[in-house]
């Protein structure tokens, strides 16, 4: 019995009038975890109800703690008939079960109903005491911690990335279990809801299982997802990066260690470092044979032969694609035999984040996806028939995207019988199934990753579509080679000494292709990085991952989107799913080329956060494409987009090509001057001739670019030598052309990406607001032509951006970060458009005078990446020299480091006095512009701070959300992004991960479906908000709406809509508080561990 | 292609001012675009009539699902629902409970009934506020009113901490529900001169000074005892002559004015008559001195003589009660007195 869950019911307010007589309501409230129930007592005549009840005592298992959720049901007494139900709050424990994350859930609570919405609030307070268990084979995996944010987060380092952890569960979905045949609504949302939070938990226990087997203690880049399968069921399955972590003793720690002892204290299942023998091992010490048991899925079970290698040859090697031309190839192969050595062991080499610790990406190969259309086909239709008992069957129907040569379907013919047992149930049988499909998937990618030379995949997701029994399934990422340090030992120092050994900056590295030259796996482009000359660059890259921090890029980055519908015949079952996968090849070539032409239309070479969306519906298929546009220093100037006609012999066609051909240049002239792209010249010579190549083909690996395939009218031959060729042979060409110049520009002031950082601006001032918007139309039904549509979507996105950039206009200048699209299909001539974003301001004086040299610049993004970096030169700046070496945190160093080139043996020890001049010397000059006052005693010795660190954090808490003026709701910011602008993270609380139903039948009342869909999107955020509160945090990171399902049905005046959000819950302190701490800080008695910071001006 | 759904909903709630005011003022979503178009805001931001269209609906649906909170406000700054900074709560409810000059002086006194609520078609087509703005503010009158009415304590510290108003607003509520309480009346032709501001600032001495149930009949005797009136204007024409330039008309006039004035103070006992409060003031000292041209300067005078004198009237006993009269009332008339 190793967990004691205590729960205290506070007060309520606001509560609904229950009781038309009286206007009053005799509340009491139900507290429930697993099986047992616990009641307060009613407390009469009241809205604001106070049962300061006794502590409820609940002794569960923990594996019970990580699955349930703790349910509170608010109910109006009635003495002559049953009890009202007022409505619920389900709070997940979760964060309470790692041991530094929250220590108590305490806070006001909105009470939720999934047919009236929030009814008032009620207080609560949440306590565990878990008690420790050493059972090596205990099925919970509390202290795993979980995290959205898809890079290291802030104040965590990697100490290894161990890779890929999925799993999924299925059952059914209790929204189809009608009890004689009468649904009532609330009991079906409440189930459902009941359920997901089931299965989240138990989805979270599995995967952290897992984690624990391979040893890492986190999981990074958690992403779960809900596939409502209709009558099939329900399955809930997420994927995500394990991580070894360790908490770095952050600059913000440095408070007095003298307030109470704090809870967090208890840190220790966690900075205990699961393989002892990572920290002895330097450069020169021989690996530790590689004796985890990694992931228990089936084929995991080899052993790697290679598993013992001796990676002291690693530094020499290291990311040696600077180093040296001549050498690069054995070095590179060198590399790969040693990633693959690490990698191997791998069933799936595969990566969730999107960014990375410095040097852990070497190369980038390009984007890699697959899909695969299958079907839900039920033989019998059980609906009716009841919940017990019944025999079902599926068929599964294959199509492979990726073997698109074939056109044939296949069917593998295999069927599976199963049982209904009972309603919540696992169905054994099934998770089997979903899983193979996956498998499937993720081993096409695995092999297109091969094929680039690559042996991971970085940035890596996984989606699907589902469309009455059809069901697409999509993953995709980003082909990469790389660092092999982080995968299996090797603590960040040695990482850090290993590349100390090179002497070239790597800027460029992740540019230069990983696969060789002479026997690509496609056509391709290749010239000498504009960079280091030294190494070959494709003409243009895509990847779906974040501009690695220390790229050279040029001007500012942008939006680019492709969309693009397909009609489709409504067809059933297989008709349907031929249908579909004849239609996706298709769909996906042109998706490609329309984010080709549009990105060269905006003068850039390169596109980072590439998410290819295909979304099945009736009778059609919609395609969106987001990426964030950049121009990299190291890739070559982009050709233009060069328009030939077929027939070149009629005058006035001739004319019109020549005055589209005009205003297509104007327009990537213009896009080079918004954008501010202005590469330097570069003569010919220098980089040497590009290798000639027959074809232009994309970096975007799909089944049909390697087969040799019918689309061969891209003939380079036409013009110059480098540039796109777009033929306008019929109406269609045409059609595209005029739509690629109709994207209009943000207005003066705006940027957007759908990245996390804007490549370009790096003075975020601190002002962001979220928001979801949502737009649904109705086609009309007369004019359904590809065309038609297609104008109709690309109408739909264009003015949802026009509708957002006004509604910001109050911010500007600003960014939309982290754009987020999303398409669904809810009915016959439906389409629905979902945007998350965030808008965050920025400082344009800065922005105008962002230094040109790329080490400038590099530096300065790197400073506003890394918020350690920020202060630390600051701080030197501040004292103009430093007059002793402070010895700064290990990524001051580790950067540092990166850009100078002084041995290793003396970077170990002391700090580079020369780099940090030059680094001050461009500070100095930043600050000089900026006027800004120098932030003072931000330097502390490492020591201090990780002593200081809990107690820091605590009182961090209580600063950083002040109760406002006259408000008791403290402020908590929401964003898509893993930082806060002027921000600094100073404690992960633990994921946040709801799901809520909400149902109407009074549709016109409630304002209609614009009505009800805004008035539950804030009532989600709102409950979100309150969930961070009570776990004492003040903002939630990598927010996400994974899923927002509307449907609606206006003749019986009802709609029902379904959403699930994610993120993780911080505490966050503002820079400018930070200031003032640590100006404080001499009047505390704790000033002798803080005296360095204190630089005299 | 028709929008069937169209919302944004950001995690700081946005608050445009410009369509606040435009939805306060009662314009239905067409109006209001119409409305913004003709501001130039296309023009400024090069945005176009749907994208208008589109941002104004969601403000307006933003606006009527924070209504249900500006009727309570304290429910304002504790709700979970909508995160919006202290400043822009503090405005929200500010400007929610604003009311139009032109509006108050139609319902000022009157009983805050449905009966009046009917009226306000009315109220509407004669003053060119939209109805549903007219209803807005009647029902915040009104809701004020029923909160404020039985309870006890300072009625401005009261209207401030239930309804979260500023200083300024919450004393123009108090005066709003004094009015409706007392039912004065305040629609009179001869009254239409004067301004809600006179009201409200009669109504602040009354509410500040005044006690109901003084026994005001016992001033009485200042006009009904022949010999104590006589004496009351000699002292007082003594002290002026030379000092007034309306002398003679004041000379002529002081039975008149005092009787007026005495006699207001004696209807006061009469909650029937109360209403007629400032018909009185007005058709009995304000008209006078009207028509005989009293700059205002010698209103002052006359009215700080008048009160002073009865202080050496020995034959009068009620010194202290006389000053409260006084006090407030030449407050009162020297704000009336204005053309």
New interface residues.
């Given amino acids: 019995m190793p967990g004691k869950l205590k729960v205290k019911i506070v007060a309520g307010?606001?509560l609904p009038v229950m009781d038309r007589a009286s206007d009053l309501t005799d509340a009491f409230v139900e507290v429930k975890f697993g099986n047992t129930t616990f009641k307060t007592d009613v407390y009469l005549k009241s809205l604001n109800p106070q049962w300061n009840s006794e502590w409820f005592k609940f002794e569960v298992d923990d594996e019970d703690l990580q699955d349930e959720p703790l349910q509170i049901t608010v109910l109006d007494h009635d003495t002559y008939s049953a009890n009202d139900a007022i409505g619920k709050v389900y709070i997940d424990i979760d964060p309470l079960l790692y041991s530094e994350a929250a220590t108590v859930i305490s806070g006001?609570f909105?009470i939720y109903d999934t047919i009236h919405g929030?009814r008032g609030?009620i207080n609560v307070v949440v306590k565990v005491d878990l008690f420790n268990d050493l059972n090596r084979f205990r099925q919970s995996s509390c202290g795993v911690k979980f995290f959205c944010t898809t890079s290291i987060p802030k104040c965590y380092r990697a100490v290894i990335i161990h890779g890929f952890v999925e799993e999924l569960v299925v059952n059914e979905d209790p929204e189809y279990q009608w009890i004689d045949r009468i649904r009532t609504p609330r009991a079906s949302n409440e189930a459902r809801q009941r359920l997901i939070s089931l299965m989240s938990g138990e989805l979270q226990r599995k995967i952290g299982l897992k984690v624990l087997e391979m040893r890492g203690n986190a999981v990074v880049g958690y992403l779960q997802c809900f596939d409502l399968e209709g009558e099939s069921g329900l399955v809930v399955r997420a994927i995500g990066t394990a991580c070894t972590l360790d908490k770095l003793s952050s600059p913000a720690a440095f408070l007095p260690a003298c307030n109470s002892p704090s809870k967090e204290m208890k840190e220790i299942p966690f900075n205990e470092d699961p393989n002892p023998n990572t920290h002895s091992s330097g450069p020169s010490t021989p690996l530790k044979n590689q004796t985890y048991s990694f992931s228990p899925s089936k084929s995991y079970s080899r052993q790697s032969s290679s598993s013992d290698t001796d990676l002291s040859l690693t530094p020499k090697t290291g990311m040696g694609s600077g180093s040296a031309g001549k050498e690069g190839g054995p070095f590179k192969a060198l590399l790969r035999q040693q990633t693959q050595s690490a990698l191997e062991q791998r069933e799936f080499p595969f990566f969730t984040l999107t960014a990375f610790p410095p040097g852990f990406l070497v190369h980038v190969g390009g984007v890699v996806s697959a899909r695969s259309v299958k079907l839900l086909d039920r033989i019998h239709n059980p609906a009716f028939v009841g919940i017990m008992g019944n025999t079902r069957s599926y068929k599964l129907l294959d199509w492979n995207s990726f073997n698109s040569g074939v056109q044939d379907v296949s069917f593998d013919g295999k069927f599976i019988f199963f049982k209904r047992l009972a309603v919540g149930m696992l169905l054994s049988d099934e998770p089997e199934t979903r899983d193979a499909w996956w498998a499937e998937i993720r081993q096409e990618i695995k092999s297109h990753a091969k094929a680039l030379g690559c042996h991971a995949v970085v940035g890596y997701s996984e989606s699907t579509s589902i469309c009455e029994e059809v069901c697409i399934l999509s993953a995709s990422g980003t082909a990469a080679v790389l660092n092999p340090r982080f995968l299996q030992d090797g603590t960040v120092e040695g990482c850090l000494e290993q590349r100390l050994e090179e002497n070239l900056p790597t800027r460029c590295g992740f540019c230069h292709i990983p696969y060789d030259e002479l026997n690509m796996p496609f056509p391709a482009h290749l010239t000498y990085c504009y960079n280091c000359r030294k190494q070959k660059v494709p003409d243009v890259l895509f990847t779906t991952i974040d501009l690695p921090t220390d790229a050279t890029v040029i001007g500012k980055g942008c939006l680019i989107q492709a969309r693009l519908c397909r009609l489709k015949k409504k067809a059933q079952a297989e008709a349907n799913a031929t249908a579909i996968s004849n239609l996706l090849p298709f769909m996906e070539y042109e998706v490609h080329t329309q984010l080709m032409n549009k990105l060269k239309l905006k003068g850039m070479n390169a596109l980072f956060g590439l998410r290819i969306q295909i979304t099945v519906g009736e009778n059609m298929l919609m395609g969106l494409a987001s990426a964030t546009g950049v121009y990299l220093a190291a890739l070559p100037t982009p050709g233009g987009i060069q328009i030939a006609g077929k027939t070149p012999n009629d005058g006035s066609y001739e004319q019109h090509i020549s005055h589209m051909q005009k205003k297509i240049n104007d327009t990537i002239a213009k896009n080079k001057e918004l954008y501010e792209i202005n590469p330097p010249e570069i003569s010919e010579e220098i980089i040497g001739s590009p290798i000639p190549e027959p074809r232009q083909r994309s970096r975007l690996l799909r089944s049909q670019s390697e087969s040799s395939d019918e689309v061969t009218e891209l003939d380079l031959s036409h013009g110059k030598k480098d540039a796109f060729v777009l033929e306008i042979d019929d109406t269609d060409a045409m059609e595209d052309v005029h739509s690629l110049l109709t994207d209009v520009p943000p207005?003066s002031g705006f940027y957007s990406c759908n990245t996390e950082i804007m490549p370009g601006i790096n003075n975020w001032t601190s002002e962001i607001?979220?928001?979801?918007?949502?737009?649904?139309?109705?086609?009309?039904s007369l004019n359904l032509t590809n065309q038609a549509l297609n104008k109709?979507f690309n109408?739909?996105c264009e003015?949802l951006l026009?509708?957002?950039?006004?509604?910001l206009?109050s911010m500007i200048p600003c960014c939309l970060c982290h754009v987020n699209f999303t398409v669904s299909l809810p009915e016959d001539e439906?389409i629905?458009v979902t945007v998350t974003a965030v808008a965050i301001t920025f400082d344009k004086n800065q922005a105008l005078q962002t230094t040109k040299t790329p080490v400038e610049k590099s530096l300065q993004r790197a400073s506003t990446d890394n918020e350690e970096l920020l202060q630390f030169p600051l701080e030197l700046c501040s004292d103009s020299l430093p007059s002793h070496p402070f010895p700064p945190a290990k990524e001051h160093l580790e950067s540092a480091s990166s850009n100078s080139g002084i041995p290793a043996a003396q970077r170990a020890t002391s700090v580079d006095y020369s780099s940090f001049a030059d680094r001050c010397s461009s500070w100095i000059e930043l600050i000089k512009l900026k006027a800004q006052t120098i932030r003072r005693g931000s330097i502390k010795t490492t020591m201090t701070v990780e002593k200081a660190s809990p107690v820091g954090d605590g009182n961090f808490r209580n600063r950083s959300a002040p109760p406002?003026?006259?408000?008791?709701?403290g402020?908590?910011?929401?964003t898509p992004l893993s930082f806060i602008p002027g921000a600094k993270i100073t404690k992960y609380l633990g994921i946040i991960n709801m799901f809520f139903i909400r149902e109407t039948t009074s549709l016109r009342e409630e304002?209609g479906?614009?009505?009800f869909?805004?008035?539950f999107?804030?009532?989600v955020?709102?409950m979100v908000?309150?969930h961070v509160a009570a776990l004492g945090g003040n903002a939630v990171v990598s927010y996400i709406m994974k899923q927002c399902v509307?449907m609606?049905n206006p003749n019986k005046n009802q709609a029902q809509c379904l959403i699930n959000v994610s993120g993780d819950a911080v505490v966050f302190v503002r820079e400018s508080d930070l200031e003032v701490v640590s100006s404080q800080q001499p009047t505390t008695n704790c000033q002798s561990s803080c005296t360095e910071g204190e630089v005299t001006t | 292609m028709t929008s069937e759904l169209d919302i944004f909903v950001g995690n700081t709630t946005l608050i445009d001012e410009d369509v606040y005011r435009l939805w306060l003022d009662g314009y239905s979503v067409t109006d209001a675009v119409a409305l913004r178009v003709r501001s130039g805001i296309l023009e400024q931001t090069g945005a176009t009539a749907a994208v208008l269209q589109s941002d104004t609906m969601d403000h307006y649906r933003t606006f009527h699902m924070l209504e249900r909170l500006l009727h309570a406000p304290p429910k304002l700054l504790h709700q979970l629902i909508f995160q919006i900074p202290p400043s822009r709560q503090a405005l929200l409810i500010e400007r929610y409970y604003a009311f139009d000059e032109a509006f108050v002086r139609e319902v000022l006194g009157k009983k805050l009934s449905k009966g009046t609520k009917k009226d306000l078609d009315d109220i509407s087509t004669k003053t060119g506020i939209t109805l549903k703005s007219c209803r807005r503010q009647f029902d915040n009158f009104k809701r004020v009113f029923k909160v404020v009415e039985e309870m006890r304590g300072s009625l401005v510290d009261n209207i401030q901490q239930h309804f979260l108003l500023s200083d300024r607003l919450a004393r123009d509520y108090a005066a709003i529900v004094f009015f409706a309480n007392n039912r004065f009346e305040t629609g009179k032709k001869k009254l239409q001169y004067l301004s809600f501001g006179d009201f409200a600032f009669c109504a602040e001495l009354m509410i500040q000074n005044w006690t109901l149930g003084a026994d005001l009949k016992e001033l009485k005797v200042l006009v009904a005892d022949k010999d104590l009136l006589d004496l009351h204007k000699s002292l007082v024409c003594t002290a002026l002559r030379g000092k007034l330039g309306v002398f003679s008309e004041m000379e002529a006039n002081f039975k008149n004015l005092s009787r007026g004035l005495v006699n207001v103070a004696a209807k006061l006992t009469h909650n029937k008559d109360v209403r007629d409060l400032f018909v009185d003031l007005v058709e009995k000292f304000v008209e006078p001195c009207r028509s005989d041209h009293w700059p205002l300067s010698d209103v002052r005078f006359f009215l700080n003589q008048y009160s002073a004198s009865v202080h050496s009237l020995d034959g009068f006993r009620h010194q202290a009660l006389w000053d409260r009269y006084m006090g407030t009332l030449r407050g009162c008339l020297l704000r009336l007195y204005h053309d």
């Avoid at chain 1, 026009?802 to 509604?807: C, I, M, R, T």
């Avoid at chain 1, 402020?971 to 929401?974: A, D, G, I, R």
């Fill in positions: 307010r606001h006001w909105p929030i609030e207005p607001q979220m928001f979801t918007s949502v737009r649904v139309i109705r086609l009309s109709n109408d739909l003015n026009k509708s957002l950039y006004f509604k206009r439906l629905q406002c003026a006259n408000s008791t709701v402020v908590v910011k929401m304002g479906v614009s009505g869909l805004h008035a999107i804030a009532e955020f709102a908000r309150a509307f609606e």
